[in-house]
């Protein structure tokens, strides 16, 4: 088991760019219970100083090379028990790095159903295809007059026999196939093309009723839009391979006449040619199409998590408004608009429904009423839903700022409403307000997602949040996991105030558990705030073990402990009153001290226990004490009058907010319900390869309107200085069927009618993804 320790970490350290040691190291601590961020933060002396990243990309292979190597085992018993295990074979095995390499070897011995070519053997026409093998000179069908039996009745029965036995051979040579399937990565093309009688009513995949590019380098999001064609019945895919090849044998042919010395000595050889491009058509090209169609789902579905991932980190840390009085706003047109407003702690104070629109059409009363709140509660901010409504709303809140005496007015500020209606029908927003209507829980929402966005939004499902590419055609699990961990390393990162944070947001503590979270907030309302970081041991079921992953995350502003409002660890304390004592002041003194601070060197402070990275994060934390990693809060100002899509013309120059960012560029809202395309090539005056190098998602920015598609609903935007261009074509091919923001597409994935006609690779496919 240590042997197997010790070549995973090595292979995972190479990916990582790491030593084998700290892959070692990090390994063992996982092993043991300890969370990424605890690792990442206070543990680096042992793993030599992995960040999160690493840290999260090795539990992420760890998981893939432990499931790897189990596989491993289980095909070595399997091949072992039946005595079949040569020493080629079990080295062969031990190098494969994959696991289709692991099961290319193991295919000629896996168990499976009786095969034409066993029936063949038992026909007694094994013998004829070793004898074609044996003898290339030969003429096959005076060889196959011998084999003639009660069961096989004439010569070409006898051949077909010996051609199923010779195919089978071609198909479970490992090396070969490992070839193949190379040199179908590197040189096959992907087409779509539409069914026939589908392009009216798949109209929205019209860019891909004709179109081909490189399997290799087909980007995700495209591969999704045309997988989600083929699931809808729209489009027919398939892996083409040496199409443009005008020569009678193909590439693919010659590789396997390769791999078995297969010429032109004699009819023998011309007939084993003639199976090999019969293998290749009947067999080897639809099985290793569907091996790369499963490849270009996998990788493509592995960068629309990505993405997702690190818009939803964008979106976590985000500015937060900070603790000021907020009024939000949940704009509807017949239904009305929800007015919540919460203190500068999120706690709800008031709420009520207006109608300043149709039917009703009260504006003054609207008006009227929102003042007096302001007025009452003394509002600071009012967070206004980007929903149906929005801009009608804030048009009306505008005017009525701009009836207010003089002096200080409310901010008003376009929120995203992702998710809220989601958290609004949620149990946890039942038990939060339990009589308190549906609709307003998201005006709620809205309000406190503008002050905390982080606080607010750990309460809703990630892909709730509407930041993904195709999220609901990807790996759910895989997703799931890859969001869960952003949550988690965005919460660490900020820090949670023990006394105030809901059990949403402490269930997101590095260690907690939701039911370890609720008995915190339930010993809270017992017991009254947590004056110390120790008294988190007086929780139940939360033990010492539990308290080390959790305590360094949770701050206790004003509490006995000045180091409990820090990001110090309980474990170092003793360091940090060194440091203090070496300057001779008192701790609160001293907290935020920069420059008596820099004066000490970091090294006098190693101990046994504590090394050089440990004591300077405490030097840097005894700096800037408790501080909060997320940037300053500004918001976007929409022009006036531009209140819909219809209103933009080329050459606006507007202010916006980055909503999401794709592998193709950025999407921004300009305040006219529909975000408009930043493509990657406008988004700078030079070349840009990731647009998370320019923008990321809570960004504010300057656009120029360069195209506006009213029917398809479709803004181009550029951020160059020069004013831009017209959006390329590509741009068209990257946007989501049917127009709009396809980060944001969450249409529910819909299944294959049993009747699905496709072709060959369709039909494969279809019941190939059912096994996913």
Avoid at 104 to 131: F, M, Q, V
Avoid at 169 to 194: C, F
Avoid at 205 to 224: I, K, M, Q, V
Avoid at 357 to 385: C, Y
Wanted: aromatic residues 4%; hydrophobic residues 40%.
């Amino acid at each position: 088991m240590a042997a197997d320790i010790k070549s995973i970490a090595a292979t995972i350290a190479a990916e990582i760019n790491a030593r084998p040691d700290q892959a070692v190291a990090a390994i063992g601590l996982l092993d043991e219970g300890a969370t990424v961020p605890f690792i990442a933060r206070y543990r680096k002396e042992v793993t030599g100083g992995l960040d999160d990243t690493q840290l999260r990309n090795l539990a992420e292979r760890l998981v893939y090379l432990r499931e790897l190597e189990a596989r491993r085992t289980s095909i070595v018993e399997s091949i072992n028990s039946q005595g079949k295990m040569t020493d080629e074979l079990a080295v062969k095995l031990q190098r494969a790095a994959t696991k289709a390499e692991l099961e290319d070897l193991y295919l000629p011995y896996k168990p499976k159903r009786r095969t034409k070519a066993e029936i063949a053997r038992e026909r007694g026409l094994g013998p004829l295809a070793d004898a074609i093998w044996a003898d290339r000179a030969a003429d096959p069908q005076a060889l196959a007059s011998a084999y003639l039996s009660a069961e096989v009745a004439d010569v070409k029965a006898a051949l077909e026999g010996a051609r199923d036995i010779v195919a089978e051979t071609i198909t479970e040579n490992a090396d070969l196939l490992g070839r193949l399937r190379q040199y179908m990565r590197d040189t096959s093309t992907l087409r779509a093309r539409v069914v026939d009688g589908k392009q009216d009513a798949g109209a929205k995949f019209a860019d891909y009723f004709d179109h081909s590019e490189r399997w290799a380098t087909t980007p995700g999001h495209r591969a999704l839009a045309m997988l989600r064609g083929w699931n809808e019945e729209v489009l027919t895919l398939t892996i083409e391979v040496d199409q443009d090849d005008p020569s009678p044998i193909k590439p693919t042919q010659r590789m396997i006449a390769a791999a078995f010395q297969i010429g032109d000595k004699g009819p023998a050889d011309r007939w084993l040619m003639e199976v090999a491009g019969w293998t290749w058509r009947v067999k080897l090209s639809m099985s290793l199409s569907l091996d790369l169609m499963r490849e270009l789902r996998e990788r493509s579905e592995e960068e629309a998590i990505r993405v997702f991932a690190r818009n939803l980190k964008d979106l976590l840390l985000a500015a937060p408004a900070g603790s000021r009085a907020t009024m939000g706003l949940d704009p509807g047109i017949r239904t009305g608009v929800k007015v919540a407003v919460v203190d500068g702690t999120g706690k709800l104070v008031e709420t009520t429904t207006v109608y300043p629109f149709p039917p009703k059409n009260d504006v003054r009363g609207t008006q009227a009423e929102l003042a007096s709140l302001i007025r009452k509660h003394k509002v600071d901010l009012i967070a206004i839903g980007n929903g149906t409504g929005s801009r009608e709303t804030e048009k009306l809140v505008a005017d009525m700022l701009a009836q207010l005496p003089a002096g200080p007015k409310p901010t008003k500020v376009i929120v995203s409403e992702a998710g809220a209606s989601v958290y609004s029908a949620s149990e946890l927003a039942a038990a939060e307000f339990p009589n308190l209507d549906v609709s307003l829980r998201g005006a709620v929402s809205i309000a406190r997602r503008l002050q905390d966005p982080l606080a607010e939004l750990v309460k809703i499902e990630p892909k709730s949040i509407g930041v993904g590419q195709y999220q609901h055609d990807v790996d759910q699990g895989k997703l799931s996991r890859s969001l869960d961990a952003v949550v988690e390393d965005a919460v660490n990162a900020v820090g949670v105030d023990l006394n105030t944070a809901s059990s949403p947001l402490l269930a997101r503590v590095a260690g907690l558990s939701r039911s370890i979270a609720d008995a915190i907030v339930i010993h809270r309302d017992q017991n009254g705030p947590f004056e110390s970081r120790k008294e988190l041991l007086k929780v139940s079921r939360l033990g010492a073990r539990t308290f080390e992953q959790c305590a360094g995350f949770l701050r206790i502003p004003n509490g006995k402990e000045p180091l409990d409002a820090s990001a110090v660890h309980p474990e170092a304390y003793g360091v940090a009153k060194k440091i203090v004592a070496a300057c001779g002041r008192d701790l609160r003194s001293l907290m935020g001290d920069s420059a008596a601070l820099k004066k000490l060197d970091p090294r006098q402070f190693v101990d046994e226990q504590f090394g050089l990275p440990t004591v300077k994060d405490i030097l840097s934390e005894l700096e800037k004490p408790g501080r909060d990693p997320r940037p300053s809060f500004k918001t976007a100002t929409f022009a006036e009058g531009v209140n819909e899509i219809e209103d933009l013309k080329p050459g606006m120059l507007l202010e916006g907010t980055v909503t999401n960012v794709a592998a193709f560029g950025a999407f921004v809202d300009i305040g006219v319900h529909q975000d408009g395309l930043v493509h990657v090539s406008q988004l700078a005056d030079r070349f840009v390869k990731d647009p998370h190098e320019v923008v990321k998602a809570g960004d504010v920015v300057k656009v120029r309107v360069v195209e506006v598609d009213v029917k398809r609903k479709r803004i181009g935007l550029t951020m160059r200085k020069d004013g831009g261009e017209a959006a390329p074509a590509s741009m068209r091919e990257n946007r989501a069927p049917g127009g709009g923001n396809p980060m944001r597409h969450a249409q529910a994935k819909p299944q294959k009618s049993e009747g699905s006609q496709l072709g060959g690779l369709g039909a494969a496919l279809a019941e190939a993804m059912k096994k996913r």
